[in-house]
């Protein structure tokens, strides 16, 4: 299994602004993955960060709005630009587990975003 | 059509009993399926995956695969008050491997 910390596990933002939020591994992956979660719905890919590369965004998701970085194999950061109270959610960064093949999982603690 | 369907709940049963959720893709091609359970303001966590048609045990869980009618159920039986949380069913396609997630059903196991 890996360790995934991720901060800040929450923070209350102003409409306008901007947030980082940082993810760190305890191991190298590959790949790494910021989902988020609105209220009352499921999780929601935004994108793929791969070290070394551009973040492969999904349909809906755009750089400009969730920029992300990925310096190393054990950590990268996601941020919400210009955020409006939409964007309140709960951001998740995720990697796979050791079975490669069966799609398993791992996820930070998220963090909680309100925007005012 | 959403790619994955889940009756969001709650699936409230009593202390015992077997709990029953249920889940269905839209996609013919999808290849493995998964079932995590997210505790309330917890992240989600693997609790079952299955490949192949059928029925996979673990423990007090079955995981139920039918291909043809593309759909996919936990099993939980002897349900506990801790096994109260949100299950999230999620499907994987061949190649790219994103993983997809239903919106999950919130189970209610009454004392």
């Known amino acids: 299994s890996a360790v995934i910390s991720q901060k800040p596990s929450r923070d209350i933002c102003q409409r306008g602004t901007s947030l980082t939020i940082q993810c760190q591994v305890d191991?190298?992956?590959?790949?790494m993955f910021w989902y988020r979660q609105q209220p009352g719905q499921s999780l929601t890919l935004i994108a793929t960060?791969?070290?070394?590369?551009?973040?492969?965004?999904e349909s809906g998701f755009v750089i400009d709005k969730f920029p992300i970085s990925r310096p190393n194999l054990t950590f990268s950061t996601l941020t919400v630009s210009n955020m409006s109270p939409e964007d309140s959610s709960i951001y998740l960064c995720?990697?796979?587990?050791?079975?490669?093949?069966?799609?398993?999982?791992?996820f930070g603690e998220g963090s909680r975003l309100t925007v005012l | 059509q959403k790619e994955v369907e889940q009756n969001s709940g709650p699936l409230s049963v009593p202390e015992g009993a077997i709990a029953s959720l249920n889940c269905t893709y839209s996609?013919?091609?999808?290849?493995?399926f998964f079932w995590y359970r997210q505790y309330s303001g917890k992240s989600p966590e693997l609790i079952m995956f299955i490949y192949s048609n059928g029925d996979k045990e673990d423990g007090r869980f079955t995981a139920q695969l039918n291909k043809a009618s593309q759909y996919v159920s936990l099993l939980i039986r002897d349900s506990q008050p801790s096994d109260s949380a949100t299950y999230l069913c999620?499907?994987?396609?061949?190649?790219?491997?994103?993983?997809?997630f239903g919106t999950g059903t919130k189970l209610q196991v009454i004392p």
């Open positions: 999620a499907v994987v396609k061949g190649g790219y491997q994103k993983v997809t």
């Open positions: 995720s990697v796979r587990g050791d079975r490669v093949s069966t799609g398993e999982l791992f």
């Open positions: 996609d013919r091609g999808s290849q493995s």
């Open positions: 191991s190298q992956v590959t790949m």
């Open positions: 960060a791969n070290q070394g590369s551009e973040a492969t965004y």
